[in-house]
């Protein structure tokens, strides 16, 4: 952790942050659920915090309420792209906040508040890192690009048509980087030394509907697998069979990386973890839903809806299901796979939206800057890859540049890591101030 004292500067990047955090920029896929009056209130107070971001870079508009600065640099041979998201997910009324969710609330070292993890911490870091950088004179090495979107928790527009403007603009950038991995601590049992983990890929995030109709009627008659019943049974198929499990590439680095840190029984296994895929496959597996979800493409079912009444016979049964599928598997073997694990013709597989894994990307030149920075400002820390298993704006950017990586330099806790979409959620104050330094520093260092 680090032992900087507090100043004036630091004190105004923790003032931006509550500033920006109390503002409940809530996204919804229904655009006419969309407070915009509070996105509209978000960027005017964006552009007072930052007053030097606007008046110094060139501003473009993307989306309803997303922003694509562009920081011009001593080249632009070799631009890059920060990202980070203004929209967070709705608050549920009924969680057991400590403190409320849009108070920024400063309390035991730490703002408390939707959208410090995920996603304004970010935001806030990055931009006050180019503001500390302008007000320096400092001009980087490459032009530098900041894409922050607006519509991310629904996946909307914003992303690409920033993708679209850089491509029609001419940008191809050496490399993207976007919120995802972070310095975990608490990261893996038998490791204790924190990770910082940088996504490399994300799975694909691919949503369907499962739906059986029927006659329906009075819940006095009920006739024999009525569309409920037959819905509930193609759920238990479905949840019955998973996807077959593998262990990609990256996870294989990650555990090699690992075994120095980690303990005397695991560190045999973890360094030679090239050669052992299948036991350690079926040791994540067997070691809980996190780490199973490492090894293959899951299913989760989401929604459910029936019949309006108690007393009344269900004509239409549904459920959605959301789908993270695994690099190396596709969207049609997925839905090849759940047609087959349900097998039953009566109930229909309707696809809502269907996005493939992202490219993976190359450990070079540019990952290598990340992991020096990291083992800069987090030297109790070591960098490893891993597949992201949410998905981010960045899997857009895989169109116009092969280096596309995830990762938000803030330490987090496993309880912090669980509160975000959840309740108290919130940012080690400390963190993220390591976190601005550590942008700071990314920025500095991109080479000519």
Known sequence: MSTREGGPEHARAIAKLQALVRIPTVSHRDPAAVDTAQFDEFL????????????????????????????????????????????????????????????????GGAIWGRGTLDDKGSLVGIAE???????????????VWLSFGCDEEVSGTAAPE?????????????????????????????????????????????????RVEGRGGHASTPARMGPTARLARAILRLERAPMPASTPDATVELLRRMAPHASVAL???????????????????????ESAAMTRTTFAITTLSGSPALNVIASTAKAG??????????????????????????????????????PVSPMDDAFALLE???????????????????????????????????????RMTKAQRESIHSYDEHLDVEAFLDGVAWYQLLIERIPR
């Open 321 to 358: 299901v959301n789908i993270r599928v695994m690099v190396g598997d596709t969207v049609a073997g997925v839905l090849d796979h759940v047609r087959r694990a349900i097998s039953d013709d009566d109930v229909h597989i309707d696809v809502v939206e269907q996005n493939e894994p992202s």
């Open 44 to 107: 005017v107070e964006l552009r007072k915090q930052f007053p030097r971001l606007h008046a110094e870079t060139e501003l473009t508009r993307v989306g309803t309420h997303g922003l694509l600065f562009r920081w011009r640099g001593a080249d632009d041979s070799r631009p890059v792209v920060l990202m980070a998201h203004l929209d967070v997910v709705p608050v549920d009324e009924d969680a057991p906040w400590q403190h409320p969710p849009f108070g920024a609330t400063l309390v």
């Open 129 to 143: 890192a180019v503001e500390v950088l302008l007000e320096q004179g400092f001009t980087p090495a490459q032009d």
């Open 267 to 289: 560190r045999p296994l973890m360094a030679n973890a090239g050669r052992l895929r299948p036991v350690l496959t079926r040791a994540l597996v067997a070691a809980g839903p």
């Open 372 to 410: 020096e920075t990291i083992g800069e400002l987090f030297p109790d820390a070591f960098a490893a890859p891993y597949v992201m298993m949410a998905a981010t704006d960045s899997r857009h950017f895989t169109e116009i540049c092969e280096r596309v990586y995830r990762f938000a330099p803030f």
């Open 162 to 210: 920033a993708v679209a403007h850089l491509r029609a603009a001419g940008v191809r950038p050496w490399f993207v980087l976007d919120e995802g991995g972070a310095v975990a601590h608490e990261a893996f049992p038998g490791v204790a030394a924190p990770i910082g983990v940088i996504g490399v890929t994300e799975k694909g995030t691919t949503s369907i509907e499962l």
